[in-house]
């Protein structure tokens, strides 16, 4: 039977388990030295059931990791690459990239995992912030160019309409009036989340989807079935109340006009769910604890045409919508260093936003 690490090893490497990247530290006969917490939550596996044996059975061919093992020992290599699977308890298997690498010590190899659907899911985490802070920029230097003439505009009208003698004529300049003021309702939307203070305080998440769902069922008296589903555990968080209650009834309202059909039968949900995730990792950083809320509904799903940029300004899948809602929601998320993510088939919508928690 394999010995246990020392506790002089085990300080060595305590500071692996500030990575979000699943990492062991094993000898030459792949016996595991230390295991950072990324790697025991992923395996669903305890350290110290770990930690002491070796990890050759924790993958479905362990016949590759002795060799590439065998290889580093004989200095064939100062590191290797491959992808393989990792078996998780309950018999699920991860496909990871491995990398393995010697460390100082002869006999001590850092075996890194990378799990190739969290890559992809960073890589996506990443394009959506990059959407949103060009997104925000954008709409900031329109907003302000489109704001100046604007207002020219209107106040050039109104000296007209002060001129002009005939009815038919003024009907001409309030139309101008009219439109102007609507352009300016519209610039004051994509403006708002750049004017107005964060306002911070203590955020209760099911207080703000309660008041959320008075709002929605007031709009939506009949045929809308609102489901609570919450973890009532969650802790309360610093944040702006005002704006989650803004984000989250922005994706319920979408949500609920994409039910339409459904409201209309009488058979429309709408899922308010909340739990508590551990040690995720959204936007390059790792959090202890992150709440995770879904807006889930049971509507057609975002058109496949737009699924890529729902959260891009004036994009709509709805005839004659502003495409401001979940742009303003994804910026009002991301000020509490939060993120929203979608996923979407026909009959099932799942909106998740995801805030860091104390």
């Known amino acids: 039977m394999s010995k246990k690490p020392s506790t002089s090893h085990l300080k060595r490497f305590q500071a692996f388990d500030l990575l979000a990247t699943l990492v062991a530290v094993v000898r030459g006969d792949g016996t595991v030295l230390f295991a950072n917490a990324a790697l025991e939550d992923a395996l669903g596996s305890s350290r110290r059931t770990i930690e002491g044996a070796s990890a050759l059975p924790l993958f479905t061919e362990p016949a590759v990791l002795r060799t590439a093992l065998d290889g580093a020992r004989g200095n064939e290599y100062a590191a290797l690459r491959y992808d393989a699977r990792l078996l998780r308890q309950g018999g699920e298997t991860m496909p990871v990239h491995v990398v393995l690498a010697q460390t100082e010590t002869a006999e001590e190899f850092v075996l890194e995992l990378l799990p190739l659907e969290q890559q992809a899911r960073q890589d996506r985490e990443e394009r959506l912030i990059g959407q949103a802070q060009a997104n925000k920029e954008l709409i900031?230097?329109?907003?302000?160019?489109?704001?100046?003439?604007?207002?020219?505009?209107?106040?050039?009208?109104?000296?007209?309409?002060?001129?002009?003698?005939?009815?038919?004529?003024?009907?001409?300049?309030?139309?101008?009036?009219?439109?102007?003021?609507?352009?300016?309702?519209?610039?004051?939307?994509?403006?708002?989340?750049?004017?107005?203070?964060?306002?911070?305080?203590?955020?209760?998440?099911?207080?703000?989807?309660?008041?959320?769902?008075?709002?929605?069922?007031?709009?939506?008296?009949?045929?809308?079935?609102?489901?609570?589903?919450?973890?009532?555990?969650?802790?309360?968080?610093?944040?702006?109340?005002?704006?989650?209650?803004?984000?989250?009834?922005?994706?319920?309202?979408?949500?609920?006009?994409?039910?339409?059909?459904?409201?209309?039968?009488?058979?429309?949900?709408?899922?308010?769910?909340?739990?508590?995730?551990?040690?995720?990792?959204?936007?390059?950083q790792r959090y202890r604890l992150a709440l995770e809320l879904h807006v889930i509904d049971n509507g057609p799903g975002v058109p496949d045409a737009i699924k890529d940029r729902i959260f891009f300004p004036l994009v709509s899948g709805r005839e004659g919508g502003s495409g401001l809602g979940l742009t303003l929601a994804q910026t009002f998320v991301q000020q509490h260093h939060g993120l929203i993510e979608c996923d979407s088939v026909p009959g099932k919508t799942d909106f998740k936003i995801l805030i860091p928690l104390p």
């Open 140 to 284: 900031r230097n329109l907003a302000h160019e489109i704001k100046n003439p604007l207002g020219g505009i209107r106040g050039a009208a109104q000296l007209l309409e002060m001129e002009v003698g005939t009815r038919e004529l003024k009907e001409y300049t309030q139309v101008i009036i009219h439109e102007a003021d609507r352009l300016q309702t519209l610039v004051d939307r994509l403006l708002a989340p750049h004017r107005r203070p964060h306002v911070v305080g203590d955020v209760n998440i099911h207080e703000v989807c309660e008041r959320v769902r008075s709002l929605i069922l007031a709009e939506f008296p009949r045929g809308l079935k609102v489901v609570r589903d919450y973890d009532t555990s969650i802790p309360e968080f610093r944040g702006d109340r005002e704006q989650l209650i803004q984000a989250v009834l922005n994706i319920a309202r979408n949500a609920c006009q994409a039910l339409a059909e459904r409201i209309a039968a009488g058979d429309a949900e709408l899922r308010f769910r909340s739990r508590v995730n551990r040690q995720v990792t959204f936007g390059k």
